[in-house]
């Protein structure tokens, strides 16, 4: 059972009712929405009516106004199930660029709609051409009188299928490098211009959409600048990301629970020579490295989850759990699997899905490869 100590009372009442909510509307659709490969609207309305969506956006923008914790508890019961199908921590991060940086009248017009889940977020930063390196986008917004035209295509955008709301990552002044890049909110359904591609067919992960989008002289009003300045778009990824590491790392170290009890359950039952799977050394050895790296992770995830309140959480702290944290669930998802033989490699057993769902956890929000960049340049500072 994974507990943190940042957790108090009310966390726990929240992780309870998320819990319950997931078990109830989400695990007895969850074949057929992978087999769909992605979660229907009325899912994402329903989780927003139980205020599981807007935990964190202020009660006047239509939210519960809870400190951010009370987001990492939803991303960590959903992993502790082993999912990483439904886009919600993609949406949390919508949320919280709106919340960090949006005028007083976007949060208005935007929050309330993504808190009740009338509208579904995604974040669009990726390129066809580039992925790691930011300042290379070829999107471009180009100031046109009150407004903005959009100009691009993105790809492996999470939500794309789905979402209603969209963070563009663009290039307001191409000439002017990080300096020139800025978030612009699109709402589809008003986007002329604004085409879907293909639901990406990936390895796992399954129930979430992820697809292409093209930008063919999509005009949006100047207010859909996130905040009031053009070229504050790179700074605004580089701090948020900060977040969006920290919750991935929940979501690997629920998986990595809820690989290690799934396997518990597996070798307690199986026998092979006489005896029960669980009975041999290798088996138990492999069992007791999950258990200890899981505890070790928690303890820094504890550290961790303070300094994010306090405001204190540093880049390279937050790329030192992705980048860790993803590796462990990657070791302990692929031995679990080999601790459950050829049942393991079979898509009804949950092992499986983790297993595959693990892997894009070392590439997506900044490759490990960058994380240890980002490690390597805070050890270079006299
Ligand atoms: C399932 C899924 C969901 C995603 N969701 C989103 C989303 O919602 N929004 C979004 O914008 N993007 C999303 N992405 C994209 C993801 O963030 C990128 O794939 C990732 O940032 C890597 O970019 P790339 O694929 O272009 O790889 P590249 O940048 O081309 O990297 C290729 C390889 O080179 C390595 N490399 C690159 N630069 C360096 C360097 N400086 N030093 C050492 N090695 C380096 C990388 O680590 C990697 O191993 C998603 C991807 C997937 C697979």
Not at 107 to 130: D, F, N
Not at 328 to 355: K, T
Request: glycine share 10%.
């Amino acid at each position: 059972m994974l507990e943190f100590q940042w957790m108090t009372e009310e966390h726990r009442a929240f992780a309870a009712s998320v819990r319950r909510f997931l078990a109830e509307e989400y695990e007895p659709n969850r074949a057929a929405w992978t087999k769909a490969g992605q979660i229907p609207h009325a899912f994402w309305e329903k989780a927003g009516a139980l205020g599981i969506l807007g935990a964190t956006i202020p009660e006047e923008f239509g939210g519960s106004g809870l400190p951010l914790s009370f987001d990492l508890v939803t991303f960590l019961e959903q992993a502790r199930i082993g999912d990483m199908g439904w886009g919600t921590f993609v949406h949390s991060i919508v949320v919280h660029y709106v919340n960090a940086y949006g005028t007083r009248e976007q949060k208005a017009g935007w929050l309330p709609k993504l808190a009740s889940g009338e509208w579904v977020g995604a974040i669009a930063m990726t390129e066809p051409g580039t992925g790691s390196d930011l300042k290379a986008v070829r999107t471009t917004a180009k100031p046109d009188g009150n407004g903005y035209i959009i100009n691009g295509s993105k790809t492996f955008i999470t939500n794309g299928l789905t979402a209603d709301f969209i963070l563009v990552v663009a290039k307001t002044d191409p000439a002017a490098g990080t300096r020139g890049i800025s978030l612009i909110g699109v709402e589809t359904a008003e986007a002329a211009g604004f085409r879907r591609g293909r639901n990406l067919d990936k390895i796992g992960m399954k129930r979430q959409d992820t697809s292409e989008l093209f930008f063919d002289e999509v005009r949006v009003p100047r207010t859909n600048l996130l905040g009031t300045e053009e070229g504050q778009g790179f700074y605004q990824l580089m701090k948020q990301l900060v977040w969006e590491r920290l919750l991935i790392s929940y979501c690997a170290i629920g998986n990595a629970q809820c690989a290690l009890d799934d396997t518990l359950a597996y070798v307690r039952e199986r026998k092979a020579f006489g005896q029960r799977i669980m009975d041999f050394q290798n088996t138990r050895f492999r069992l007791a490295e999950a258990k200890t790296e899981i505890e070790i992770f928690a303890a820094f995830l504890d550290r961790l989850t303070v300094e994010l309140e306090e405001g204190r959480l540093t880049a390279e702290r937050a790329a030192m759990a992705k980048y860790w944290g993803t590796e462990m669930l990657g070791r302990i998802a692929d031995n679990c699997l080999q601790l459950h033989g050829g049942y393991g490699y079979m898509n009804e057993y949950r092992i499986a899905e983790i297993y595959a769902d693990a892997r894009v956890q070392r590439i997506f929000a900044g490759t490990n490869e960058i994380m240890r960049e980002v490690i390597a340049r805070s050890l270079d500072i006299e």
